[in-house]
């Protein structure tokens, strides 16, 4: 998963009905978080609920919360923290707390925010029915409500996250994911290709198939099936054009998976796959169960299979013990390979895991330093990768409006910004590179390329 994004504004929110109940979702965290408060949302649309625009005027607040990192876990507790003067101003609101933060916190958290009427953890909405009894009333049939039905990001429907398998079986000795989200479980293969097939009758174009170890998908489910079979199922549906996956983990990233990449044409050519450190003990001490070299032979591989394929990766700097000499090693890797983005992140101890107990933290300066270190170096590359793009004509499927401008991504995941008049959204079109910057691009209409 990429990890924590900025909490979601509310997205472009129709006017209510008057006298409509209303909701607001407030969500941090990874794209599984984004999946999972998209499923909340459409389930109280059907049971009558609107969207509100802020906070103060919903019946309803969802908090849907992530505790990866301490930054992620302060901002949760201040955010549900400001909820408790809405409450005493409004005793009638509801307030739900939901995410990582959740799962065996529950008798800690209720003394800890006693204005909260409800916790529930990840993926275990049918507790919502305790709070919104019109769910109950109107018989929502909680299993077949499909996972995802919009894009929260910007509402517009055109790409969306589809869970495919949840939890995670690494036991990765900074992590808090398996403690909160516990042991993989896979969707059933059929019921996945169902909802996207569902979706794409209703104008999904992109899907982004999630798992905090995507490609563990099916290793626990009957027979011989993998994410490679669904990456073939998923591209022969048609309506969809795109095909993403998030998040891999190297020792999983076989050859056939590869190999299907290449071989399906709607997936696009990107890959997000976490290195974490590019020195072999941190690797071992991380328990992240392979070696830089087969880290790097992965990549090579994918390098030479998918012709023009785009890479990204997450980085933890200062991990208890890691060395200046270490460092340099991830500072090498960076510079080796030139990823187009890497999410980076300073250790954060988190409480129960494996490295929390290891005293040998690095100074909270010298992590800072290596994480400025490595922006820079990635301002650098990322500039330059884009730099490459520049009068290239590339095929941009948008999904959306900011500023005024139409927004759209590359197959290779890259930003694409362009002025047009007309209605481009949910179009791919070929739009010429103008003006390459840092993090996007700025380009014009080439011709649409599809019609
Ligand atoms: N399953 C994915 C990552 C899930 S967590 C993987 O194996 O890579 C998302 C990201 O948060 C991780 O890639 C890691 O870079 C970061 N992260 C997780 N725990 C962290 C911690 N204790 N401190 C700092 N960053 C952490
Ligand atoms: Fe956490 Fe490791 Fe699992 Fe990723 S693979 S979720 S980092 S334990």
Redesign the pocket.
């Known amino acids: 998963?990429?990890?924590?994004s900025p909490e979601r504004k509310p997205a472009l929110v129709p006017e209510p009905d008057i006298g409509a109940k209303r909701y607001f979702l407030w969500t941090i965290g990874?794209q599984m978080n984004e999946a999972e408060s998209a499923k909340a949302g459409a389930m109280l649309r059907q049971a009558g609920y609107q969207p509100a625009h802020r906070e103060d005027e919903a019946d309803i607040i969802i908090v849907n919360s992530c505790v990866?990192?301490q930054q992620a876990e302060d901002k949760v507790a201040g955010k549900v923290g400001s909820l408790a003067r809405l409450k005493r101003a409004n005793p009638d609101i509801k307030i739900a707390l939901t995410g990582c933060m959740v799962t065996k916190q529950e008798e800690a958290l209720q003394k800890r925010f006693p204005h909260v009427d409800l916790f529930y953890g990840p993926s275990e909405f049918e507790k919502l029915t305790q709070l919104t009894p019109e769910l109950g009333e109107i018989d929502v049939d909680l299993a077949e409500l499909p996972h995802y039905y919009e894009d929260t990001e910007n509402e517009t429907g055109i790409s969306a996250f589809v869970p495919i398998i949840y939890g995670?079986n690494?036991v990765?000795s900074?992590?808090?994911?398996p403690y909160r989200r516990g042991r993989e479980i896979s969707r059933p293969f059929n019921e996945i290709v169902n909802e996207v097939t569902e979706m794409a009758s209703r104008g999904v174009k992109e899907v982004t198939l999630l798992g905090?170890?995507v490609n563990a998908y099916g290793h626990d489910l009957p027979g011989d099936v993998e994410l490679s079979d669904l990456l073939l199922a998923v591209n022969d549906i048609d309506g969809i054009e795109r095909i993403r996956f998030l998040?891999s983990?190297p020792k999983y990233f076989t050859d056939r998976l590869i190999d299907t990449m290449a071989a399906c044409d709607k997936v696009c050519e990107h890959v997000n796959l976490?290195v974490?450190a590019g020195d072999n003990d941190v690797l071992r001490r991380m328990r992240?169960t392979y070696t830089v070299e087969h880290y790097r032979d992965r990549i090579q591989r994918i390098r030479d299979t998918i012709p023009g394929v785009t890479l990204s990766t997450?980085?933890?700097v200062g991990f208890p013990g890691e060395t200046a000499e270490q460092f340099e090693g991830t500072m090498e890797l960076l510079r080796d390979i030139r990823f187009e983005k890497v999410?980076?992140?300073?250790?954060?101890?988190?409480p129960g895991?494996l490295?929390a107990r290891w005293e040998d933290e690095v100074p909270a300066d010298e992590k800072k330093r290596r994480h400025q270190e490595i922006e820079k170096l990635q301002t650098e590359v990322s500039a330059e990768l884009n730099q490459r793009h520049d009068g290239e004509v590339l095929e941009v499927l948008v999904d959306g409006k900011q500023r005024g401008r139409w927004r759209g991504r590359s197959r290779g995941n890259t930003l694409v910004f362009f002025d047009a008049p007309g209605d481009w959204l949910g179009q791919t079109v070929n739009v010429r590179v103008t003006e390459p910057m840092t993090w996007y691009l700025l380009g014009e209409i080439h011709e649409p390329a599809r019609i």
């Open positions: 998963m990429i990890p924590l990874c990866v990192r995670c690494f990765c900074y992590c808090i994911v905090q170890t998040t983990h976490p974490q992240r997450d980085i933890i999410h980076q992140a300073m250790y954060s101890p988190r895991t490295s």
